[in-house]
């Protein structure tokens, strides 16, 4: 396209320059614009006003960019060079497979405690020895004709026939043999041999017939125990106080000997008799005061309390908590009434009447009342002198007693 020819500026303060030459024509310095080297003229796109430059209305035409080589077709890998390029693959997986080896063996070591040892500066160098070992393995010979003793035990004799039967043991092997034993008589107590057994040649079956219980009472309990263990039954000891009785030994058998041997029986075996006053224990209903060092006729007594009634009756009740064996102590009116006076005294056990006393004097009588498997006491005091507007009941040194280990549940 040709440069623009513009007019010229107005004028300044100083002189006015020459015009500029046309598009081609040389400057006053000698100098004229030409196309640049190695590219022919432009379009030539010529302005309204002003002559064409050097260029004309004609049109360069590029020339087409030169086409790639093409890439030569590569020859047909020849025998040498296929065993070359196996050699490469296998030296790569070689390369891998020991890199693996190498991983699996350090993760190894680090686990089952190489790596501590190596942390700590205890690293050993532990070689392994293969050692061939020969093991012995029966041939296998099939199902048909083998058999395994089953266990049997506490079954009927006709249910273990059958369970021998189903298990392949020949019936004609069985016999049976008969022993007293506790339980359900007909029971299979013994067998031989023992369930597991392969193949047996011959079979046992001892049979329990009915047992009675032994006379053990009066014998130690170790003695007892041994008794009764070997015929089969399971023995429950209760430790209990019974005044008289030698501590450790059997004192009662439930149920009783001569009877039907059940599989589980009860010995109760003498202890070490405990103390308690009653006075001491928490009570349930009512309130009592325990006094100590109580005088009566001369007589003094550890401890002491008493129970009034008026016109009607008062009740105390105690928790024994079945661990009291026996109640003992004495009894009396209060020696400090000087009008004559009456009152009956009666124990209850959970509800049912186990005791009464009617007194008429301050002189202190003994009581004793079995309390065994007692869970409530109550003791009611009744004024049974009409007379009378109340009556004081009196209790002196008034004790539970049990066996040192049931007394420990007193509340």
Request: no cysteine; glycine share 12%; proline share 10%.
């Amino acid at each position: 396209m040709s440069a623009p020819q513009f007019p010229p500026g107005p004028a300044g303060p100083g002189p006015v320059g020459p015009p500029n030459p046309p598009w081609g024509a040389p400057d006053q310095y000698g100098r004229a614009d030409t196309p640049s080297p190695g590219y022919p003229p432009g379009p030539g796109a010529v302005a309204p006003g002003y002559p064409p430059g050097p260029g004309g209305p004609a049109s360069a035409v590029f020339p087409p960019p030169a086409a790639k080589p093409a890439k030569a077709p590569k020859a047909p890998l020849t025998a040498a060079g296929r065993a070359r390029r196996r050699r490469r693959v296998g030296i790569v997986l070689g390369v891998g497979a020991a890199l693996f080896a190498v991983g699996a063996l350090t993760g190894y070591a680090f686990t089952s405690g190489w790596g501590a040892a190596n942390r700590a500066g205890n690293a050993t160098l532990l070689h392994t020895q293969v050692e061939e070992v020969l093991i012995s393995v029966p041939e296998f010979g099939g199902l048909e004709g083998a058999a395994v003793m089953p266990d049997v035990r506490g079954l009927s004799q006709d249910e273990a026939m059958q369970v021998l039967v189903d298990a392949g043991v020949p019936e004609q092997i069985v016999t049976t043999a008969e022993r007293s034993a506790a339980g359900e008589p007909g029971t299979v107590i013994q067998q031989s041999p023992v369930f597991g057994s392969p193949n047996p040649a011959t079979v046992l079956l001892v049979i329990s017939t009915e047992a009675t219980v032994p006379e053990v009472v009066g014998r130690s309990a170790q003695s007892g125990v041994d008794a009764l263990q070997g015929m089969g039954a399971r023995v429950i000891q209760e430790k209990v106080f019974v005044p008289g009785a030698t501590v450790g030994f059997i004192t009662e058998t439930i149920p009783a000997a001569g009877t039907r041997l059940p599989e589980t029986i009860t010995f109760r075996i003498a202890d070490t008799p405990v103390e308690r006053v009653l006075a001491e224990v928490s009570t349930v209903v009512g309130y009592v005061s325990n006094y100590s060092d109580v005088v009566v006729d001369g007589v003094t007594y550890a401890s002491g309390f008493q129970v009034g009634a008026g016109s009607e009756p008062t009740q105390i009740a105690w928790n024994l908590n079945n661990a009291a064996t026996l109640l003992r102590g004495k009894l009396g009116l209060d020696p400090d009434q000087t009008e004559e006076q009456s009152a009956r005294i009666e124990f209850f056990a959970d509800g049912e009447l186990i005791h009464t006393q009617d007194i008429t004097t301050a002189t202190p009588t003994d009581f004793e009342i079995d309390v065994s498997g007692v869970g409530t006491l109550m003791l009611v005091v009744t004024n049974t002198r009409e007379e009378s507007y109340s009556v004081r009941a009196a209790f002196y040194d008034a004790t539970l007693v049990g066996s040192y280990t049931q007394m420990g549940l007193l509340p």
